[in-house]
């Protein structure tokens, strides 16, 4: 007989999660991610200045705020016409790299390990589930170091964005048309120097951490597969003169590689609190709809040429054929923390590639009507702004963040979403203390502030019960 396991909230990562498993038999037969709280950038967004949009959009998030201020420069600049010079896509890409430092950093030590690692008996490391912790004491202790050593590491990726950014999160520097921020030796030598110690740490605590978890949780390279689809917006990797990439963008999709284009990207809300909506990502907007009938989530449903794809480190890294050792929840902490390497290389590179002197503005003028996207890898994944302007004020803006790909419900076919399709199968020893399928979910690191993007409308929308 089936059982159902309600935990909601799933605490340990970003916002409000809720999840829902039947199991039976000791493995999970159904899965359903509930975005708990309804939020809608999109809306206040409207009518304003387009201006605006590269701050208020970075308020989704406190985690990723670089990666929204920036999409949504990118956003305005492709509605615009307008080519920022080369020096100010490096500093972005230095803001933006930081920022994917500290937020993989983060994930690994303080949202994910203490499904791994026993930590002391004292708050905030209890409650906790009971049963599988598998290191020895001398090695739990040891984690607890590089737990508290890693907080030191945030400061410093934090510091790193803020010497490009003005501060972090929530930098004031990047604008339409370029960066404020003009380079010198002196912020170039800051940054480097920072660099250089999460390089240290990076080689001597969090990947031999990461590959002693793998090792000894080994059986979790067979759990948490999901579809195996991937998408990756890819990213441009300023050197010299010439363009390369940081990351190649591509679908993964049943095994076969295959070229990016965006018009095959669609929302679908048919588990989604909202009414359906003809249009295509570039106007009109889903409007709620609480009352609807087999909805159970605020979170849409992005899906390509009708697939779910995951999308995230391990998803960009199998796509740049940087990664392919499996699709697990080993394989998404390994591909994540491999990831912060190559990003470090890359910033290394890239920093020797501003021209001090050199232009990091172009001036332009905002015409009254405009249609535009911008794509950027965001640290946990393919992240998309899309804004249509008329009479030089927002009418339509669209975001569709990493983990609303992730997190995405069940859509008008029954596919479901990559979280909810990785669970499926998940094996559950204790339906009490239900860790794997912690386990499973946090292997994505889940964003819910930006799976669902928060106005309070007037009033009360639901009342949710937490479990
Ligand atoms: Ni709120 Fe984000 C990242 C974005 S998540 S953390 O990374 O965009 O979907």
Known sequence: MPVKIVIDPLTRLEGHLGIEVEVDDHKVISARCKGNMFRGFEFILKGRAPQDALHITQRICGVC?????????????????????????????????????????????????LDYVLGPDIPPFLPRYKGDYRLSKSMNRTFME???EAFKILAIAHEMRAI????????????IGGVTEKPTVDKITAYVWRLRQIREFIDSVYLPDVMTIAKIYEDYRSIGRGYGNFLAYGMENIVGDSKKTMFRSGV???????????SRIREEVTSSWYREKRDDLKSGEFQPDVEKEGAYTWIKAPR?????????????????????????????????????????DSLEEQIKSIKIGGPVYKKFEIPSFGWGAGFLEAPRGALGHWIRVRDSKITHYEVISPSTWNLSPQDSKGRLGPVEKALIGTPVVDIDNPIEVARVVRSFDPCLSCAVHLIKPNGELKKFRIV
């Open 252 to 262: 993964y999709i049943k095994g076969e590689y295959k070229s990016l284009d965006f």
């Open 304 to 344: 390509y040429e009708g697939e779910a794809l995951e999308t995230g480190p391990l998803a960009r890294m199998w796509i740049n054929g940087d990664y392919s050792q499996g699709i697990s929840v080993i394989d998404r902490h390994l591909a994540r923390a491999m990831e912060t390497k190559k990003i470090v």
């Open 65 to 113: 705020s670089a990666s929204h201020g920036c999409a949504s420069v990118m956003c305005l600049e492709s509605a615009f016409g307008i080519v920022p010079p080369d020096n100010a896509k490096i500093i972005r890409n230095l803001i933006l790299g930081a920022d994917c430092l500290q937020s993989h950093i983060f994930h690994f030590y303080h949202l994910a390990i």
């Open 164 to 175: 490009w950014g003005g501060k972090s999160p929530h930098h004031v520097t990047v604008v």
């Open 146 to 148: 590089h737990y508290l």
